[in-house]
């Protein structure tokens, strides 16, 4: 019998995977990942959701493979790139409509996200009930310059947002929560910041990054730091607040230190020619700067919390152009 606070997992699972271009490598992950989950007793279906890509997979691409736990191979065809984030956003919001009841693996198309790994994710979610069960990067395969870019990157995550990131995208979704994750417009801009930031019940598993199956990374440094910048921009309120309350401890040393050098200056002899009114005036300065930035975070804040946000639940089939099944076996099971 389980115990309070578990439960049993779905039998049949979709494996949302954003693919842009890499559909040899997607095979390739698709053949290893059908014995790992044939070995645990698992049938999923692997929903593509193909991200704009400039070559459109080939129609015998799983012909002929031997499929014992995948019951379908779904592409979902976005109009236009929108990046990995994004695509899983619409991957989310599209299995809430079209597959309820499933629960979702999130997961990379490069293999750098192991099958191996899948059937751990589901059973840390079996063990710990409706929780989000995100992989946490024990060790990852990158170079040395990466994984200093992505250090400094954790650290002003940590400095910016008071959270530290060291989550990726492949993570086990339990359907119960898919509802309430779609609605979250920070979704539309990064998935894990998103779960953390609506506070979503989460469970951390330390599991090693793989080598690639093949192909070469899109991220260049342009999108990292774009993906970086996105992850942080999820709390831009807690950010905006923060920078407000630093303005204001600023004002407040500046006038303290004009009150100070004032007293000094009318109540002692002290003659140093020209330093009261130089530093009065430097003083000055940083108050004022730091009034105005003040005021522009007060503005800032107040005019996003009136901003309409898109929302993917609501949002996501304005971006969906085609849906195919590569692999028509049986058609998808969901979970009562």
Known sequence: MSSPGTRTTTAHLIILIPVF???PVLARLVAQLDPVLAAEGLTAEVLAVDDGSTIPPAKDLFEGACHRSLSAITVLRLGRNMGHQRGIAVGLAYVNDHRPGCDVVVMDADGEDAPADVPR???AAAADGARVVFAERA???EGPLFRASYRAFQLMHRLFTGHWLALGNFSYVPAALIPRLVMLSELWSHYPAAVIKAKLPI????????PRLGGRSHMRLVSLVLHGLAAISVHGDVIGVRALLATLAAAAVAALGIVTVVGIRVATDLAIPGWASFVVGVLATILLQSVSLSLLFVFMILNSRNLLSAIPRRDYAEY???EERLHPIVPPVARA
């Open 203 to 210: 469970v951390k598993l330390p599991i090693d990054r793989a």
């Open 121 to 123: 994710l589901v059973r």
């Open 21 to 23: 271009d890499d559909w």
């Open 139 to 141: 060790r990852r395969s």
């Open 320 to 322: 969906v152009v085609g």
